[in-house]
């Protein structure tokens, strides 16, 4: 395993936190565009942003309590508003009520829990005059402003590469730069998309591995490199060569940013599910909280990821530091691995019995994660050899009728009739040494 990526490989569950002047707005953190806000209306957010209840500690703790192992932070989102003291934008959070380097003190609790730290980057600014306008903007359809700030997308790179040497320079090791995002085959009308010569992203991905050669970045600089981050869909299968890196990044609800009236959740037998899915396809699991605009975290939110933070205490075992395996998994269950520990993630609980091909005659012992008691299973491919079988067999079912009826690559599992109290059940499968 590279060493760079090492921890990303291992940590596979992240936690996306979406926090900004949005969060006051409350309702979508691409309200400014939605509903075409006008930059100085927009701005006047920062008058009134004072998150007090915001404890950075308390997030920390929260986060590690939950079982994430690495977290991003959008220190800077579409609206241009800036979470650092950067001396390249007044726009930005020590010119509020708050005051204070939020990203500083977020960076330092979160990196004392011991959870690896990612920053979001947004390659759009709609705040500076020198952004091109362009058809997200939110001033697209006001012709006057087009004509008044033509942009200037030089000194606009420009200004990208001071914020990003701040951030890699200032604020201690950063584990992972995720940028947001080109689109430069987007047209509305006269108005075009955004790609990497706009943002200059060959000259900057130079910068940022001169600061921080062992940084992670992601795929959205538009160089078609980069940990791969499918957006609130998950890849149908695993990636071709097992070294590259992929996460899926998730909402809870249907936005990023706080909002209030959104109540679309996702249960936490859903996150658990997407979270094991694709970790069985080699990829990390990612998802969002966007806080309120006082810091809190909403109750709904706390609750869905610490029932998910509540499994991953009893099947964590399953999920960090695994692979995808070579076996094909039951209808509607998933395979982990690691080493010859093979974890069978069963999504829909059969009465009292499931078939694992491709076994036959490897599995030395098989438990149930939940409270460690044995699973007892019929080993088809021994019964077949005549060698001495599982002697734990239900009284009913005979060798004759299992040599029978039983494929011989097969295993069977015996299971309790009651699944355990669990929305994911997981059985543990040590392979025998070959």
């Keep these: 395993m590279n060493k760079k990526n090492e921890w990303f490989k291992i ?19 691409w309200v400014q565009t939605l ?4 930059t100085e209306i927009y701005a006047q957010y920062k008058d009134y942003f004072n998150p007090d209840l915001l404890n950075p500690k308390e997030w920390a703790n929260k986060a590690k309590e939950m079982g994430f192992k690495y977290v991003i932070i959008t220190c800077r989102h579409h609206d241009g508003f800036s979470l650092w003291d950067t001396k390249y934008s007044e726009y930005n959070i020590t010119n ?24 979001y980057y947004s390659l759009l600014d709609w705040h500076r005059k020198d ?16 004509e008044k700030y033509p942009g200037n997308m030089d000194t606009y790179r420009q200004f990208i590469r001071h914020q990003v040497e701040e951030l890699l320079t200032q604020y201690g090791k950063i584990d992972y730069l995720w940028f947001d995002f080109s689109y430069e085959s ?46 609130q869909f998950a890849r149908s299968k695993g990636m071709d060569n097992e070294d590259d890196l992929w996460e899926t ?21 859903l996150v658990i599910k997407q979270l094991v899915d694709s970790v069985s396809k080699g990829g990390n699991f ?18 869905i990821l610490n029932e998910v933070g509540e499994w991953l205490k009893i099947n964590g075992i399953s999920i960090y530091g695994t692979s995808p395996s070579k076996y094909k998994a039951p209808v509607d269950c998933r395979y982990t691995q690691k080493g010859n520990k093979l974890y069978l993630h069963v999504f829909s609980w059969p009465y009292r019995t499931i078939l694992l091909p491709e076994l036959g005659g490897k599995i030395s012992f098989a438990r149930l994660l939940d409270d460690g008691s044995e699973i007892r299973f019929v080993d088809t491919k021994g019964l077949t050899d005549d060698r001495p079988s599982n002697t734990n067999l239900y009284k009913e079912i005979t060798e004759v009728h299992v040599k029978e009826s039983l494929d011989p690559t097969m295993v069977m599992l015996n ?20």
Excluded: C
């Design 286 to 303: 990612v998802i969002n909280i966007g806080p309120d605009g006082r810091g809190k975290w909403d109750k709904r939110s706390v609750s």
């Design 415 to 434: 299971l309790p009739i009651h699944q355990p109290n669990s929305y994911v059940t997981v059985i543990e499968l040590t392979l025998k040494n070959k």
């Design 249 to 269: 990044v998730q909402t809870l609800n249907n936005s990023w940013g706080y909002d209030r009236d959104n109540y679309n959740f996702k249960s936490s037998e």
């Design 35 to 38: 509903e075409e806000i006008p």
């Design 186 to 231: 987007r047209k509305w009308g006269k108005l075009v998309g955004k790609g990497p010569d706009d943002w200059g992203s060959e000259e900057l991905e130079k910068l940022i591995y001169k600061l921080q050669p062992n940084i992670l970045l992601n795929d959205r600089l538009g160089l078609n490199r980069g940990v791969q981050t499918p957006e």
């Design 11 to 29: 940590g596979k569950y992240g936690l996306f936190i979406h926090f900004g002047l949005y969060s006051i707005a409350a309702r979508h953190e």
């Design 131 to 146: 952004f091109l306008v362009d058809g997200y903007h939110p001033m697209r359809n006001n012709s006057k402003y087009i």
């Design 96 to 119: 509020t009520p708050y005051k204070k380097d939020l990203l500083r003190e977020l960076i330092d609790e979160f990196r004392n829990a011991g959870i690896h730290i990612g920053l």
